[in-house]
């Protein structure tokens, strides 16, 4: 086991009608002056966004909504709410809805606290110092970015995440019955990027890490038998509050512990959102990440074979490992495409002719190379990697 850090300071509020508990949770933490910053409209549409606003205005705190954030957002909102944050002499933002109003949410925080355009903390890698106070209530079970250190943004083409212990919401409202609307597209979506912030972590080399793979192992049959319930039964509440619960602990870092992990997948993938922004990230990762794991899976058969058998239910072929670890990708894929999550480039829109350019913009045009656990991956092995996946 590698040596580690984990620290995890958001405060988690789980459950039913807790929305009537936001405006003193925030007066609480210091809160006067509140930014709700959300997505297109959804939350309108629910009614959520009123109940927050009930609350807010109960406890005696004022707030600004400032709306829009698109899925996959991008940087020119961010700096608006940060003018409109110093405009309206902001103390608090509160994010309500999924990933990207979260992250859009956490950019603005940042830069409204440090005076920094903080497209500036990608480009150059430096970290912010300070931020402003930061909460969620989440709407959609997927990124956990309500409990992660990341924060994603698109500017141009390019999407880059920026990690920073600074991205850790102080709280994070959870209430499973707010995911109830979801489409089954997104659904699935959220179904698939959950599973894949653990397997991020597991998928690499094997370390002496039993504890923290049997919690991996655990929260992928979790999610994959809510993730059934949940697209069949969209108000189900059980289930959708265990993919809920899964989606803030598969990426606060539990599932990682003591494993030294690179999240290739992760990174061909959002080369490939950033350039067509209509492809969703959770369906990215659908396509990617079996044929990623096709790609890798001799350099590392044992562990590919485990999670082929622990989780996908196989048999193990002691004689040809490698049979149970293929039978296992295959497995995943199927699954996927019960819940109705694309498995082709096709599906993506993403054609052959276009392979090309997102290589090179994962590679600087074959200069360089992502960050890898089995091996440098090329700009060579990325476009078999497309093509796998054709
Ligand atoms: O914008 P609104 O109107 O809210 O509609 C959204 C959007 O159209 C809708 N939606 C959300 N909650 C809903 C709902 N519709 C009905 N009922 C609800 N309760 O769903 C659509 C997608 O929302 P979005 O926030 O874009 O999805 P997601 O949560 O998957 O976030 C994706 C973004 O997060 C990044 C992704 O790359 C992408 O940019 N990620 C962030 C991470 C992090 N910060 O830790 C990690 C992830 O790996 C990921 O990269
Ligand atoms: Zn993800």
Known sequence: MHDFNLCLPTKI????????????????LGATRVLLHFGSGSVRKSGLLDQVEASLTEAGLTFVEFGGAQPNPRIELVREGMEVCAREKIDFILAVGGGSAIDSAKLIAHGYATGRDPWEFIATGEKPDRTTPLGTVLTLSATGSEMSDSAVITNGDLKRGLSTPLNRPLISFLNPENTFTVSKFQTGCGIVDTMMHTLERYCTPDTDTDLTDRIAEALLVSVRDAGRVAIAH?????????????????????????????????KLEHDISGLHPAVAHGAGLSVLFPAWMYEVMERDVRRFARLAVNVWGCTMDHDHPARTARAGIDAMRAYFREIGMPTTMAEL???????????DLTTGGGTKTPPSCYGELTRERILHIYNLAE
Do not use: Q
């Open 13 to 28: 509020v789980f459950g039913r009608g807790i929305e009537a508990r936001i405006g003193t949770e925030l007066k609480a």
């Open 234 to 266: 969209p108000d189900d509440y059980e289930a959708r509050a265990t993919l809920m619960w899964a989606s803030t602990l598969s990426h606060n870092g539990l599932t990682g512990c003591g494993k030294d992990y690179a999240f290739t997948v992760h």
């Open 349 to 359: 829109g993403v054609t052959p002719a276009d392979y090309a350019a997102i290589a």
